[in-house]
């Protein structure tokens, strides 16, 4: 995939997610809370995560924060990133292909950057950790994404 044709991939995820936000419904809004009673005890940040997500966490991840290739112990730990952000694409919260595990600073640095848009930040100002990045690209999420807007 070229650079030309990735970013006109994204330009439409941008589109769909946009299109398919305004039409959130119900159940939408169950699977955005679900990850939170899946990630968290009694759905409540401030009651810990659940075993259940820290196996998640063990069986996903490795000594090294797969962005910064640095130890997760020495960047304030592990967390669960969403690669298209929860804010944007809340029907996606608990659909594991668009999890992965990071250190916090770097899901700090993240924050609700949409992919491309992160891809971008990245090659700009730590190139040479793009490759990375760019091979934790969600490209099976985002096609899933057009076929389901091409279906409608």
Not at 9 to 32: C, M, N, P, S, W
Not at 56 to 70: A, F, G, M, T
Not at 111 to 120: N, V
Request: hydrophobic residues 30%; contains cysteine.
């Amino acid at each position: 995939m070229d650079d030309q044709s990735l970013e006109a991939l994204f330009k439409q995820a941008d589109k769909i997610g946009k299109k398919r936000y305004h039409k959130l419904t119900v159940q939408d809004f169950e699977d955005y809370r679900r990850f939170d009673y899946w990630r968290y005890i009694n759905g409540d940040y401030e009651c810990g995560t659940t075993q259940q997500s820290r196996d998640w966490v063990h069986e996903n991840s490795e000594l090294y924060c797969p962005i910064c290739d640095r130890k997760f112990s020495t960047r304030g730990g592990k967390t669960i990133d969403h690669k298209l952000p929860r804010a944007q694409y809340p029907w996606l919260s608990l659909d594991f292909r668009n999890l992965w595990v990071i250190c916090q600073h770097c899901n700090q640095e993240k924050s609700d950057m949409h992919w491309y848009e992160y891809e971008h930040y990245v090659f700009v100002h730590y190139p040479k950790l793009y490759s990375n990045v760019s091979f934790a690209r969600p490209t099976v999420l985002l096609q899933t994404l057009k076929t389901e807007d091409a279906s409608e």
